[in-house]
């Protein structure tokens, strides 16, 4: 159990990391536009970014499914263009994770956004910087909380996800069989709690590691911010 244990916690980090890694930038993107721009249909756009955390999973899944599955307009979009198949593989299990982390990754970088004083960032033009140069050095590093936040906060679902991921693309060990798909797995059979718990502590265990890094992180940013 040791071996596939293993096997099924680096499938997890990779799904999550990946969807995490994938996510980040028009989660930023967004929650930029949500924070800085006022425009027709904002609440529509805020209330789409939000419905991963309302719908069932199970109905993310299946729309998902519609869309990505094989013969949905997207999946055969990717497979043919960047031969990229979501069906039954990690890579739509790391998209699975990711649609339901994203409100997660979005409003956290979204709050820090607009508790940046704006006067900092007019500052910086009035002495000449461009608008990509002010973003670089005084937005996305007062920004960097939210972000990590969002991150860690991701991150977590990513890692935990099971119900749209189980819709989209199964069970399959090796491929899809992340973290809480296998513990519902073992928890299936008679003699299967005992490894179910070994699982159940390496998930606490990896979600508690993840805020206290980011806990770790954020202490260091304030001290570098006062010096």
């Known amino acids: 159990m040791e071996e596939s244990a293993g096997a099924i916690v680096l499938l997890s980090a990779k799904v999550a990391l990946t969807a995490i890694a994938v996510g980040l930038v028009p989660a930023f993107a967004i929650a930029w536009l949500l924070a800085r721009r006022d425009f027709p249909g904002k609440g529509l756009v805020q209330a789409v970014v939000t419905m991963p955390l309302v719908l069932p999973p199970v109905v993310t899944g299946y729309l998902l499914l519609l869309l990505f599955g094989s013969r949905g307009p997207l999946g055969r979009f990717f497979e043919s263009v960047f031969g990229l198949s979501f069906a039954f593989r990690w890579t739509g299990a790391a998209l699975a994770a990711g649609v339901m982390a994203f409100p997660l990754l979005v409003r956290p970088i979204r709050l820090s956004l607009e ?113």
């Open 115 to 227: 508790a940046i004083d704006r006067g900092l960032e007019e500052a910086g033009h009035t002495l000449g910087a461009s608008r990509p140069v002010v973003f670089l050095t005084v937005t996305l590093p007062l920004a960097l909380p939210g972000l990590l936040a969002g991150g860690v906060l991701g991150f977590a679902k990513a890692l935990g996800e099971f119900g749209a991921t189980i819709t989209f693309v199964s069970n399959i060990p090796g491929e899809t069989q992340t973290l809480s798909l296998a513990i519902y797995t073992l928890l299936q059979t008679p003699t299967g709690d005992a490894a179910a718990l070994h699982l159940i502590i390496v998930s606490a265990i990896l979600a508690v590691a993840a805020v206290l890094f980011s806990e770790w992180i954020a202490r260091r940013m304030q001290r570098s911010s006062r010096q």
